[in-house]
């Protein structure tokens, strides 16, 4: 749902969106979702012209990405996650050499994951 502002209050409205001085993307995406502005340029107007904004802008830097390093042998690293299904949860242990996937069914939410990894485990799906 969208709130249309009235003329009045929009530029009271636009000076506390950009009070934490989000990029102009951000500012656009939180107008998008909660107001309806007739024009978008007058966000990145005031994006622009700020100087705590273009301060904050310039010296954001792009993190490097840092992958992973391939494991040498089977479960030498192990990636698990929780998923849902029509209400029932699982544990889900992927072994990240052989892409062998393990999953358990959790029947309780007081289910142990450390009870669920160790019994895969003891099923024979970390056998080093």
């Known amino acids: 749902m969208q709130v249309t502002v009235l003329l009045s209050l929009r530029s009271r409205l636009l000076q506390e969106l950009q009070e934490e001085h989000p990029s102009i993307a951000a500012m656009k995406a ?8 007739p024009n978008l340029r007058r966000v990145e107007l005031m ?6 904004c273009q301060a904050v802008q310039k010296a954001s830097v792009a993190a490097l990405l840092c ?13 698990i996650d929780f998923a849902e299904k029509d209400g ?20 309780s939410a007081l289910t142990s994951y450390k009870d669920m990894v160790y019994s895969i485990w003891s099923f ?3 056998c080093l």
Request: with cysteine; net charge positive; proline share 4%.
């Open 30 to 37: 939180i107008n998008r979702s909660y107001i309806w502005w």
């Open 47 to 52: 994006a622009q012209s700020c100087d705590v």
């Open 67 to 79: 992958p992973w390093s391939w494991p040498t042998r089977v479960w030498q690293r192990v990636d």
């Open 88 to 107: 029932k949860h699982f544990l889900v242990m992927i072994d990240s050499h052989s892409k062998w996937i393990q999953v358990a069914h959790m029947i």
């Open 124 to 126: 024979g799906g970390g």
